[in-house]
């Protein structure tokens, strides 16, 4: 089982300058495979010849044969694991199971995250200390700001350069048996724009993802976003000036805490699903399309449906936990969970309700049985039904 574990970093002077350096030096790595990725493809169609079609491998000798003088001051595994993030992204592309992901393109220093990635790191003393390279005389482990929280065979480090400082994603190799959960508690979970609603002991819950103080940092974004597309019309050609430089850290900074608010609400809210049940039901969405609608697009983004799917997952799995997707299809909020009558045509509920028969965006009217309830109550029910049947 792979965990991993995100800790902030405290490097001295001399490591962040080591730190920009692999920065450069990966994103550089990458633009050059990338190029020479495409030159065999475009060679291997040219001679009509599928043998020299590019593999990482063949791409990966490429560079080190080529190496410069210079490179050989730097980490070997730098350039090794940037080739291997470009064969994934080759192979994500391709990969008719995620239809929407991107064609690998070459990385602007403008706007690509600072980061980088090594295998050869280790923890000593509660410090991080990554591969010296050839030939280095100062080098020093990293200060770390807590200890790691599992016990395992470090894998990869990831160094990232956020808004607030460095930070270090230590993935590892964990030995631990999960033991499956009778299954006895079930539960369905509704997502809504701005909610979860789902079922406990005590009866209905009902957990907030659009907090006052994430509205607040959501009016303070949209200033700065219009402070930097003013300086941007104003003078086109030389707008990075101190001030935009300075307007451009204060909107990271936000975007940071928009970020670290909703995946502490995240964490705390399906922490609290796997411990307490033992198999939780949720809807697969297609956010994608769901996404498209303009009136509706920022609020579901917003709403973090596709984070709160991954997180479920893998903390399912980790727990023991039976993890039910509801097919995308399925008319949870359609379907009357009492007699199980589903409407359709002109009867369906939209987002503004029923006009037809005057009920409103959040009430369920039975035309069939006569029930009444809540919309999200009676798509929670009817989830936990899917879970029971399937």
Known sequence: MIKT???????????????????????????????????????SLFMDDKSLRPNERKVRNELVNNKQDWQY???????????????????????????NHRQPRFKSKKR??????????????????????????SWYDIRMAESVRWIGQLKTAIVVEEADGYYVALAGEVDESVAVKAGHTVTGVDANIARFDYRDATGYQSVSTMSAKLLRLYDRITHYQRLLARKRVANPSNFRSQNYRATRAKLQRDYQKVTRIQM?????????????NDVIVIE????????????????????LFGQFKVIMQYKCAWSGVKLVMV????????????????KTGADRIALEGNRRHHTGHD????????????????????????????
Request: hydrophobic fraction near 35%.
């Open 112 to 137: 690509s995250r600072n980061t980088f990635t090594t295998d050869r790191a280790r923890v000593v003393n509660k410090k991080l200390r990554i591969d010296r390279p050839r030939g280095c005389t």
């Open 73 to 99: 001051r730097l980490s070997a595994r730098v350039l090794q694991l940037a080739v291997h993030d470009l064969a994934q992204g080759w192979q994500n592309f391709f990969n008719p199971q995620m239809p």
């Open 284 to 303: 697969d969405l297609d956010n994608l399309h769901m996404h498209m609608n303009k009136r509706l697009a920022k609020n579901l983004h917003r709403s």
């Open 5 to 43: 574990h995100k800790i902030k970093l405290y490097p001295n002077a001399t490591m962040r300058r080591a730190f920009q350096l692999l920065f450069d030096y990966r994103r550089y790595c990458y633009n050059l495979a990338l190029e020479s990725w495409n030159g065999m493809y475009d060679e």
């Open 264 to 276: 502490d609400l995240l964490h705390k809210f399906t922490h609290q699903l796997v411990q307490t």
């Open 363 to 390: 009430q369920y009217l039975c035309y069939q049985c006569g029930a009444s309830m809540r919309r999200d109550q009676n798509a929670v029910e009817n989830l936990i039904q899917y879970a029971m049947v399937n």
């Open 327 to 342: 097919d995308r299809f399925y008319p949870s909020t359609q379907r009357c969970s009492q007699c199980s009558f589903v």
